[in-house]
């Protein structure tokens, strides 16, 4: 179990654990190896503080009901995806209006959001849930492409699964590299069980 600085927040659709790949899912595999890191399954939640509800240890931290501190890990747009291979792997910040903008000089990050589900669910959890437009959007570059491979196909070259995107976004942000490593190599594992069951 690592430890980490950023809380991690996952909004995982209904649909999501009930899928026949369920055991490569991104959430258990993620809360199994990350603290503090919480999934909240649903459609919508009123508010952030109601999305922190249950989550021991944070949901009565004060700072962090501010969605203002949180970043929401959301793809970019069609337009990014075609000059993704001009883009250097790293972080990528978004406004509102889903266009480019500089990062900030020194970017407050109290926790991070990640939307956990096929790619149209997670535009569903998106658009349902207003006040995610009020966290610091971002996306990813990822260094290489999804593991998933044919268990299941990802809508874009850059898209990756919740946990490869996580993992990623984490080691971007400075934490030790290990994360990743084991993140992906959990990964891995339960994508190699997978395909020995289907």
Not at 73 to 94: A, F, M, Q, V
Not at 142 to 158: A, F, H, Q, T, V
């Amino acid at each position: 179990m690592f430890k980490i600085p950023v809380p991690v927040l996952i909004l995982q659709h209904p649909q999501e654990p009930s899928r026949k790949d369920k055991e490569a899912g991104s959430a258990a595999l993620m809360t199994s190896l990350l603290e503090p890191c919480h999934v909240a399954t649903g459609l919508s939640w009123r508010s952030l503080p109601q999305a922190l509800k249950g989550w021991k240890g944070i949901e009565d931290h004060p700072d962090l009901a501010r969605p203002a501190l949180w970043h929401t890990l959301y793809l970019g747009t069609k337009k990014h995806s075609e000059t993704g291979g001009r883009l250097d792997p790293g972080i990528y910040y978004l406004d509102k209006k889903g266009n480019p903008k500089d990062p900030p000089e020194a970017p407050e990050i109290g926790g991070l959001i990640l939307l956990d589900g096929t790619w149209a669910q997670a535009k569903t959890l998106w658009w349902r849930n207003a006040w995610l437009l009020k966290t610091k959007r971002i996306y990813i570059i990822p260094k290489e492409k999804s593991r998933y491979g044919n268990i299941r196909k990802e809508p874009r070259p850059e898209c990756v699964s919740t946990l490869e995107a996580a993992a990623e976004t984490l080691s971007f942000l400075g934490l030790d590299p290990g994360i990743e490593a084991a993140l992906k190599s959990r990964f891995s594992d339960a994508l190699g069980k997978l395909a020995t069951s289907l």
